[in-house]
């Protein structure tokens, strides 16, 4: 079993950065591949980035060149660095942790209880 508690949500104005952590538990962490997903009301929960074991990063479209994940293995922390934020980012960004990838989609097999990020116009 592997637990995540993302901390770091909140409300910013447009155009404003917010910085996501997700603390990690229950395996050894620099073995787990890991991701950030966020789900606006009405809509689907969708993909935002991955970071694998050895670093390498994945990017949804949508966020790619605003947002970067990173990873503290010696902390067992993953962070996301939201810039430029925009208010269609608004959702409950969840913290993910042995991602899974089914053909252009990802999946996981943990989750965190998600934190709300609100971006206002």
């Known amino acids: 079993q592997v637990q995540l508690v993302e901390t770091g949500g909140g409300l910013v104005q447009a155009g404003g950065s917010l910085r996501l952590s997700c603390a990690a538990s229950g395996r050894t962490f620099s073995t787990l591949s890991m991701g950030w997903f966020r789900q606006a009301p009405g809509k689907e929960r969708e993909f935002v980035a991955a970071?694998?074991?050895?670093?390498?990063?994945y990017y949804a479209d949508s966020v790619k060149g605003r947002f970067t994940i990173s990873r503290d293995n010696a902390k067992n922390t993953m962070d996301l660095q939201m810039l430029s934020l925009k208010p269609e980012d608004t959702a409950v960004y969840y913290c993910?942790?042995?991602?899974?990838?089914?053909?252009?989609?990802?999946?996981?097999?943990?989750w965190g209880q998600g934190t709300q990020v609100t971006v206002s116009s």
């Open positions: 993910a942790a042995d991602m899974r990838v089914f053909g252009n989609k990802y999946g996981a097999r943990y």
């Open positions: 970071i694998w074991s050895g670093s390498s990063t």
